[in-house]
């Protein structure tokens, strides 16, 4: 193993893969793949736990996506990890609604952003560089975040995080550990404290120890063998391990119990709980920095795994006013350590076919592990990553990832290239199918895209597995007992080709010599949990079902926008067919709709502009009848509301007006039109005043403004 220096190459790496050379299609693509990988690696992670790629590679996507959004605004997919938390919770607990939400951090990977974040901080509050703005610094504990709700002093409830909005109900487990006080006393009616849920390094080793022994399953890490016996069906199983906890911040609460951050601290552990003894008080940013190389330094020596430090503003009025961008607080963020690394061989390159027919090389590597786990797999994105950093087969490359598997190829050790290596040779034809695997040119850059596609299409195996994987999966119609391996069986046999095959396969099983019962792996009640899972699809809700279809840059979001808009399948398909044949007037309407942009009616055209699509929606369409979709609620005063501020505002910074009027679902726009419903207007307002009044706008002061939402 060879130790690199980590800013080195923590630099070099965000360096070498520059947003900003790419071009608009580019960053289509990119911004579509990594949608894509970050939903899959929150699947493996949140459901699973079995993290598929280290937490290094996860937030390098996160953060990627992140710069990518930030220089191409309008590019922002409704399905963007940006806008989402972890995923769907597993359906095997029931199901708990965070009654507020149970949101993430974001990063910060060196001094210089950490500034940055200090600086957004104070730019937001409208504080200048020499007013004092105190932080706590806290050990970020790599465990488990769990939320504990106290009612009249008693735990009543523990849950998961889940995805942010919805955990699972974990509050059997939760009892069996000794760090969850059962009673409080001298806390508010309603008290949810919510923290971290890890294991301790030495009992991580001796219970894999102990499961090697009894041949059982080994875990990856301290964080995985946690997350494995706190969510254990049988709580016994729960209080076999030693868990700890560490209480770092709350939700709900009846009334207020502290001024700050520090404060707060201390009434946790007033109540019982541990709070980490290792975090600071700051009264600047020095001593925030200062905080995190002590924390550093003392990594090692500590108990258990923490992968950074998070600072927090102290003051909870300030936390209060800068509130939550959609997943992360404006008030808080991670200072990650630097990722670990390690030296291995590349010992091949295989390509994957994803459902969209993107080609993605996978590098195969001599196993090697890093910081206690054993890697095998990277993902090297595309063929201009592996060209810009000349990863050849057989090179010596180094490995990187922080807390769990899957790691990225950092570099390439090249005085240890072998003499004959020779450059990476993109396959110019699917692997799968044989067909021609090119790169489009994009029509307004005329550069080449950055994904190589398989132009097989429906012919394509892979394309059309990964897409009835799609549409069974969680986020499309969530077929119970239907999943990923069960689809590939079924493909393979030639039992499910296409998605109608799904709703008719019961009917041909009653009819088969070899019906499904009859099959290894296959009992009479699995047979019959199956068709009824698949029955209970037959009205599936409509922006599933859009969303189910794959089509290109239909994401989640886009899928409930085209839902709302269009109320029934059909009202969808005949538009959307309309835009296939280039009606104006139907792809005018849909630009209009807001969050839907030409990217996505474009899509729709090439979707419903293939005959071989429509016949396969409508073969679908005789086995299901979806459901009409139901109008978003709104129940603020604003919501909904087109809002432009204009003017000098004195109460509050701009950033701040717009992040609560967008939390209470009103759309902050920068002009004045027919649509705008109101518009507060502070001194010095000009001609967008003039204009609200000569349009007959509402308009309003700040203060009035203020008074109209506070009333929610
Ligand atoms: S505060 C709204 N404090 O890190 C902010 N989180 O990457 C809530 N974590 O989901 C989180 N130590 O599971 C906070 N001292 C700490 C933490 C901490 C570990 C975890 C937590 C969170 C994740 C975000």
């Known amino acids: 193993m060879t130790d690199v220096p980590a800013d080195k190459l923590t630099n070099e790496t965000l360096k070498k893969k520059s947003v900003e050379a790419l071009a608009k299609e580019e960053a289509v693509q990119e911004l579509e793949r990594l949608a894509l990988e970050i939903a899959r690696a929150d699947i493996a992670y949140h459901q699973n736990d079995a993290p598929e790629i280290s937490d290094a590679e996860y937030d390098f996507l996160r953060r990627r996506n992140e710069l990518i959004e930030e220089r191409f605004p309008k590019l922002v997919r409704d399905d963007s990890p940006s806008k989402k938390v972890g995923a769907k919770a597993s359906s095997r607990f029931e199901k708990v609604q965070h009654t507020v939400p149970m949101l993430s951090l974001g990063n910060t990977f060196n001094d210089e952003e950490a500034h940055k974040f200090d600086e957004s901080v104070r730019k937001f509050l409208n504080l200048s560089a020499d007013e004092p703005l105190a932080y706590v610094a806290e050990p970020k504990i790599d465990g488990l975040s769990a939320s504990l709700r106290y009612e009249n002093g008693k735990f009543v409830l523990g849950a998961t995080r889940g995805d942010g909005q919805e955990g699972e109900n974990i509050t059997l487990n939760l009892l069996t550990m000794q760090a969850i006080p059962r009673k409080i006393k001298n806390a508010p009616d309603v008290l949810e404290v919510r923290g971290e849920v890890y294991m301790a390094k030495a009992d991580f080793q001796s219970l894999n120890k102990a499961q090697e022994k009894k041949g059982d399953k080994i875990f990856a890490n301290p964080r995985n063998a946690a997350a494995g016996f706190l969510r254990q069906k049988d709580p016994a199983n729960t209080a076999r391990v030693p868990l700890g906890f560490f209480a770092y911040t709350w939700g709900a609460v009846s009334a207020p119990f502290a001024q700050t951050q520090w404060e707060a601290l201390q009434k ?49 009025g300030f936390q209060e006013r800068l509130g939550f961008r959609s997943r992360t607080p404006r008030w808080a963020t991670a200072h990650k350590f630097p990722a670990e690394r390690a030296t291995t061989i590349l010992e091949d390159i295989d390509i994957q076919v994803g459902r969209t027919g993107a080609l993605t090389p996978v590098a195969k590597l001599k196993p090697v592990t890093v910081g206690g786990v054993v890697v095998s797999n990277a993902t090297l994105h595309n063929e201009d990553e592996i060209e810009r950093k000349d990863i050849r087969k057989g090179d010596t490359v180094v490995v990187q990832r922080a807390g769990d598997v899957i790691p990225q190829i950092v570099e390439v050790i090249l005085s240890e290239r072998k003499k004959n290596a020779k450059k990476f040779e993109p396959l110019k034809e699917c692997p799968i199918c044989g067909s021609h695997a090119v790169r489009d040119i994009n029509a307004n850059t005329g550069k080449e895209d950055a994904v190589r596609r398989c132009t097989g299409g429906l012919i394509c195996e892979a394309q059309a597995v990964e897409r009835l994987k799609h549409f069974v999966s969680r986020q499309a119609l969530d077929i119970d007992g239907l999943g990923a391996k069960q689809i590939e069986a079924f493909f393979i046999e030639g039992l499910v080709r296409e998605p109608a095959d799904i709703f008719t396969l019961e009917a041909r099983d009653k009819k088969s010599l070899t019906p499904l019962r009859n099959r290894e792996g296959y009992g009479e009640t699995s047979v019959r949990n199956l068709f009824a899972g698949i029955n209970a699809r037959r009205a599936p809700d409509l922006a599933r079902l859009i ?21 029934s399948f059909e009202a969808f398909q005949t538009a959307a067919k309309k835009i296939a044949g280039s009606d104006e007037a139907a792809s005018k309407e849909l630009i209009s709709v807001d969050g839907i942009g030409g990217t996505v009616v474009a899509a729709l055209a090439d979707f419903f502009g293939e005959q071989h699509n429509i016949d396969a929606v409508d073969r679908l369409m005789s086995e299901i009848s979806p459901q009409a979709a139901q109008k978003v609620k709104s129940d603020s005063a604003v919501s909904g509301k087109i809002v432009v501020f204009t003017g000098k505002l004195e109460l509050m910074t701009r950033d701040e007006a717009k992040a609560r009027a967008s939390a209470l679902g009103a759309k902050v726009s920068g002009s004045v039109s027919a649509k705008t419903d109101i518009l507060v207007a502070g001194p010095g307002a000009g001609s967008k005043l003039t204009k609200a009044q000569d349009l007959g706008i509402q308009t309003m002061t700040e203060e009035e403004w203020l008074k109209l939402i506070d009333a929610n």
């Open 268 to 316: 946790f552990s007033d109540w019982g709980f541990t709070t980490n003894p290792d975090t600071a008080l700051c009264e600047n940013m020095e001593d925030v920095l200062a905080a995190y190389r002590r924390i550093e330094r003392q990594r090692a020596s500590l108990e258990y795994d923490i992968d950074g430090v998070v600072y927090k503003v102290n003051q909870l």
């Open 547 to 567: 969303f189910a279809l794959g089509i290109r840059h239909v994401g989640e979001t886009t899928g409930r926008l085209l839902a709302q808009t269009y109320g």
